[in-house]
């Protein structure tokens, strides 16, 4: 029997471990081991006011960290009734896709595209590929700029509160911001027929089961209220306890989710696979032009549906900017809050997949119940999943090939090892339970 | 210091936001790459040759015998060691769960850069001093002195529970320029006048316990060791 272990993925956020047993051309075990220490993080919540919750909770994760602080905020404002303006939820929605902007950037250019064309890392990448390093630090560095706009801050946002924001933009910095993010939107063009024309290895898979949440509208988005997956089941977000089964795991520190037994996929290959129907303008030609297959059966396509989704931001940010530019901001007065009791559950997609915030108040606004599920650690099982079929297909290969393509393969995934590791400690100790 | 100082950079257990702030030097991070000899980058790098280093940057707090390990090990391999961040500088919110310690509780750290997440301009400036062989300078003001030369509307004096009196500087007072309260998320300045902050806390009404939750958030440790004042 061999055994492949990776005891350090490199190019992710955190710390994870790898381990694969192979007998002869079966894969036998796949363990992924998120050893990233645990914070508890939901521990720490429990009895402090409402007021801190999105400050605590958006430190889980820096990369992804606007959308714990204003996931935070909505599941807070859900329970607490706080009512939330229109424009907020426009800057609200500009804000995540600075984060979009960012993270898949950095997670495409910097991590993942040196894997394809054969490097360690993005500094000896940028030797022979300078102009393309240099074009996606600017797009990486204009998603950090709407954040800072926006957020106040490109890691962290202080910026977002109830209802509203400590400070509003000017028409000047959304003009600014926009003219930027117009420069980035005409660089991805070549970047997406430089893409188009790297081939990604295949496996034989079955047809992945992906989840996400449907966006409100007709267009494609982040934020809606129903968790559908990719054979027809669907359930309201406020009933995700049912509609997916966590389980803890023996030897990772962050819990594995399921349906019915079956692993699922969250994350841009799993929107893109549920909603690329609903693009539109340049991200649908970034879509045909990359040719992804859909129904997918191969996870490390993940990588270039981040590409298109990166489109997609670009393009609806252009377009926040200029309905903000056109109709001006209204410098609105933050809605009274009410402190009572309550629950409110809500779940966003973040780049990395489907995030659920679940907080529940006293009297006095202080937290009896707090739940954080993250989607690198809805990803694990399928992780495993996919790690089989991927061994089965390659099982020939020598170790050190197949070495590298399990590290990319987790790589695909973009796993924030960070988000995904807060909680089991705590239930663990029966600390809480959110019912 | 030699042409090309050897760095590590390395991450404890954290949310890496101080390795990404690095990362966020979207102008100046290949001017650094090429005027440094990085010896390991797990985050950002496959192939880490590791071996001595004249700098290891180490953000995050210790949680687990893995981090104390890497830690132990980082110390014993670099001439300086600089802790990052809020959670490597005072344990952060890990230590608030009672789950992390700072990294000077278990061995020697050089220098301290406190933020959560870091400044990119402290952070430049730190390596700019030490690329010209220098120790950075520290920041001994609190954010409440970078707010004032902003003349920004006094957010304690209207009655919020704002750390800035308390908080390190360094972040040309973010939060209250955005009419935020500060947090205290860059944990405790030097020397910081809690008697005088309490005081000014309590007459707006906020009760002790509430100041000093509010204060422990970031750097507990910092208070506990001033307990009896800030109490």
Known sequence: MARIHIDHISRVEGHGALTVELDGNTVRDVKLNLFEGMRGFERVVLGRPFTEIPAIICRICAICSAGHAITAHMAVEKALGIPVPAQTELLRELAFLGMFIESHSLHVFALALPDYLGYAGIADMAQDHKEVVTKALQIKKTGNAVQELIGGRAIHHVNTTFGGFGKLPSQSEVRELRAQLANCLTDMDGIVELLAGLSTPDYAGEEILFMAIRPAGDGYGFFGDTIVFSDGREAPVDQYKTAFQETESQYSNAKRSTVDGLPFMVGALARINLFGDRLTGKAAEALAKLQIPVPSKNALYNNLAQVVELVYALERAIEICDQILAEGLKAEPLPEVIVRSGQGTVATELPRGTLYHSFSFDDNGLVTAADVITPTALNQASVEQEITNLGTSYAGQTEDELQFLFERLVRAYDPCISCSVHIVQVKAEGRHTID | ?231
């Open chain 2, 1 to 231: 210091m030699k042409a090309k100082p050897r760095i590590g950079i390395y991450g404890l257990t954290s949310c890496a936001g101080d390795q990404l702030v690095l990362v966020n030097c979207e102008d100046e991070l290949l001017t650094i790459l090429e005027a440094v000899d990085l010896r390991s980058f797990v985050m950002a790098h496959s192939d880490n040759p590791e071996g001595e280093l004249d700098v290891a940057f180490v953000e995050g707090a210790v949680t687990q015998e893995s981090d104390l390990e890497t830690l132990k090990d980082v110390r014993s391999r670099a001439q300086i060691l600089i802790a990052i961040g809020t959670c490597a500088v005072w344990g952060g919110i890990p230590y608030l769960s009672g789950m992390g310690t700072p990294l000077s509780d278990h061995v020697q750290v050089d220098y301290a850069i406190p933020g959560c997440p870091i400044e990119k301009t402290q952070l430049l400036k730190a390596i700019a001093s030490l690329l010209r062989g220098d120790l950075p300078l520290s920041l001994p003001h609190p954010v409440c002195l970078e707010c004032t030369i902003r003349e920004n509307n006094c957010l304690l004096q209207a009655g919020e529970i704002c750390c800035g009196p308390l908080t390190a500087g360094g972040c040309n007072a973010r939060c209250p320029s955005l009419n935020r309260a500060c947090f205290g998320c860059r944990g405790a300045s030097h020397d910081p006048n809690y008697v005088s902050a309490r005081q000014i806390l309590e007459k707006h009404g906020f009760s002790v316990n509430e100041v000093r939750q509010r204060l422990a958030l970031f750097s507990g440790k910092a208070y506990e060791k001033e307990g009896t004042q800030v109490g």
